[in-house]
């Protein structure tokens, strides 16, 4: 799979720098932009966000992908 760059919530809190087993541990605040298309992840139409609002990818991020 080629590097997403647009991530659902879900995918967001699962692959994201910003959270750690899902619980966020980014800063406190941090600009949120959300825009409606398809996710690159799970190709979900619905709000997505760009990497840097995730924290960017871990940095082992296709392991957690197969961990779903
Ligand atoms: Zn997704």
């Given at each position: 799979?080629?590097?997403?760059k647009?991530?659902?919530?879900?995918?967001?809190?699962?692959?994201?720098?910003?959270?750690?087993?899902?619980?966020?541990?980014?800063?406190?605040?941090?600009?949120?932009?959300?825009?409606?298309?398809?996710?690159?992840?799970?190709?979900?139409?619905?709000?997505?966000?760009?990497?840097?609002?995730?924290?960017?990818?871990?940095?082992?991020?296709t392991?957690?992908?197969?961990?779903?």
């Open positions: 799979m080629n590097t997403p647009k991530l659902c919530q879900p995918c967001g809190r699962k692959l994201g720098g910003f959270y750690i087993d899902e619980r966020f541990v980014g800063p406190a605040t941090h600009i949120a932009t959300y825009t409606l298309r398809c996710c690159d992840v799970c190709g979900k139409k619905t709000a997505v966000g760009d990497l840097n609002e995730f924290g960017g990818l871990k940095k082992d991020w392991y957690y992908l197969n961990r779903r």
